[in-house]
């Protein structure tokens, strides 16, 4: 029988053959070089197998940005587990959903999540549980590291093991886990290593969490051998302190992140002569905005449009960023390297430039599917193409602009919101409101979440009690307004483009 081929990547092994002192991750005091990542990821895929995980078996982290993650992806990437990051503003009754799901055989909390993780682990039956933290709330993350040696002669080595299952809110209000697995995650990586033209000595500072897709902006860079600094919460006073202090080449953002950095006490102390690249995403970003931001930073910028099922699918490169040039800045680019998008009508057929249809999307990136819900994923994915439900259309240059999101989701502070969700918990009140949730412009969160309740409706301190708990809180609507009838079509389905009318006036969102 032919020896297995091994048709995945390894994030840490060839940088640390070619560089094993070299600093690899830095985390507020902590700092790992690559060998030691090396080390330590093999050694948690042995301490995983001997508690008797098997190839396939989920391994779940809560956590903020920690240098654990780079381990824990590691491991399980070239262990054959599937990481579940899971988002650490989630509350226990979200957690607690997204982990009767996917059933993992482990859960690692970080070190502000013992306790959390405590709670959910038992409640939905986890056998192992432990934390960084150090304490005696649960196992320790330290001893489970500590038990075992690497056996790389036990790695698996097919390419369909999932390696990955990040979690996005559907229309629905329920969570889907999207799984990448082995392939579609080395191709994600290995694009934005490319695309990104990343070299093997620099230093990214990781602004985003590492719950997101943004992850694979960060092990693009770990892969290549850089230097990646963890931000646990952003800041962005001590971001510009940091990017001064360790020359930091390369960074992240959504829009509202870049907003900051332009705001903070300490921006005009700020050296950029060492900045190379900003890559931002998750939200249109005002082209007055982006104007500033270049003419302060003095570096190239490069927008990414992508999403959780696909990753990073289309990208407006830095050469692409002239400020005079209005119809590229609010565009999303064009086709990432590996990846084809089209627009098409309500019936699959491709549509010309300038006519704005659902945008589609094929690639070696994509999931392959979402966990346990077989006819979600038929309907997503059709015949290799992925559905976004994202409206758009080409310009004359092939640029990307996306005009609406179908599916009516609401992007605030670079997070996804998805007003079904909100609608829902808010159904659940005893009072059960008539509600709609929107999404309005907004300067700084680039758009804020908003409720419209019909007349007669609990007041807004109230429903915003009751959400609290329910919902993460930067799903709680910040404006609350209120109407005699909330405009619906014949069928009963609420009218929100003509909410979005209504209430979107420059003097209804101040």
Known sequence: MPAPIKRYIDLVHNAALRKPDATAVICGQDRLTFAEVHDRAGRLGAAFRARGLVPGDRVAYLAGNELQYIELQSACLRSGFALVPLNSRLTDAELEYISNDCRPALLVGGRNHAAAVRRVGLRCGVRWIVSTAGNDVVDSYSQLLDSAVPEPEADPTAGDLNALILYT?????????????????????????MELQIGPDEVL????????????????????????????????????????????????????????????????????????????????????????????????????????????????????????????????????????????DDEGRQ?????????????????????????????????????????????????????????????????????????????????????????????????VVVCVLRDGAPSDAELKSWLTGRIAGY?????????????????GKVLKGELRRTFGGADRIK
Request: contains cysteine; hydrophobic residues 40%; aromatic residues 8%.
């Open 169 to 193: 809110s559907g229309t629905t209000g329920r969570p889907k886990g999207a799984t990448i697995d082995r392939m579609a995650f080395s191709s994600r990586v290995i694009g934005n290593a």
């Open 351 to 447: 549509l010309p430039k300038n006519v704005a249809g659902e945008i589609i999307l094929r690639g070696p990136g994509l999931m392959t599917g979402y966990w346990g819900l077989p006819d979600k994923t038929a309907e997503s994915l059709v015949d290799g193409w992925f559905h976004t439900g994202d409206v758009g259309y080409r310009d004359q240059r092939n640029f990307l602009h996306v005009v609406d999101r179908r599916d009516d989701m609401i992007i605030s502070g670079g997070e996804n919101v998805y007003p079904r969700e909100v609608e829902a918990a808010l159904g659940e009140h005893p009072a059960n409101p008539d509600a709609a949730v929107i999404g309005l412009p907004d300067p700084k969160w680039g758009q």
């Open 475 to 491: 799903k709680i609507p910040q404006r609350w307004f209120r109407t005699p009838e909330l405009p619906r079509n014949a069928t």
């Open 205 to 344: 500072l990781q602004n985003l969490p590492l719950f997101h897709i943004s992850s694979f902006l960060f092990c693009a860079y770990f892969f290549r051998g850089s230097t990646c600094i963890l931000l646990p919460a952003f800041d962005p006073a001590t971001a510009l302190e940091l990017m001064q202090k360790e020359s930091v080449s390369a960074t992240n953002g959504v829009p509202t992140i870049i907003a900051m950095l332009l705001e903070a006490p300490n921006i005009d102390a700020y050296d950029p002569s060492s900045l190379r690249l900003i890559t931002y995403g998750g939200s249109p970003i005002d082209p007055s905005l982006l104007r500033r931001a270049m003419a302060r930073f003095s570096c190239g910028f490069q927008q990414h449009y992508g999403m959780t099922e696909a990753g990073s699918a289309c990208m407006l490169k830095a050469e692409d960023h002239d400020p005079d040039d209005l119809e590229a800045l609010t565009s999303a680019g064009c086709d990432a390297a590996g990846y084809e998008l089209r627009i098409v």
